[in-house]
């Protein structure tokens, strides 16, 4: 670790991140972060104004980046993953029942704990 990397983490500690679990009819896990940062509510907004994109490219777009900023863990048959790139590579090999379950459950989710977005 570097000297800069040890300077941020003395200067700013980290607060937890408070959860949410959201268990499907299967018995696996969806552990969300219950709030979104401001930058990622400015991307949203970018996202929704972006002239060249169809909606479908709008639609999918805002479903992974919302995925990848609430998405803590996701236990799939009592194996918990936690790491970005392996929550973001099964969202996207599920099936289109287990990814509508997901968009479904986040944008509830959302709804709930930030109804702005």
Do not use: C
């Not at 392996?86 to 968009?103: I, K, N, P």
Request: no cysteine.
């Amino acid at each position: 670790m570097g000297r800069r990397s040890r300077r941020r983490q003395q200067q700013s500690p980290k607060q937890p991140v408070t959860t949410t679990d959201y268990p499907d009819a299967q018995g696996n896990v969806l552990t969300v972060r219950d709030e979104l940062s401001a930058g990622t509510l400015r991307q949203l907004e970018k996202l929704e104004a972006s002239p060249g994109a169809s909606q479908e490219d709008k639609w999918q777009r805002r479903g992974e980046l919302l995925f990848e900023r609430l998405v803590v863990r996701w236990t799939i048959s009592e194996l918990p993953l936690e790491g970005q790139k392996e929550l973001l590579g099964r969202y996207r090999m599920a099936d289109s029942d287990t990814r509508r379950w997901v968009r479904d459950t986040l944008d509830s989710h959302l709804a709930k704990r930030q109804p702005r977005t």
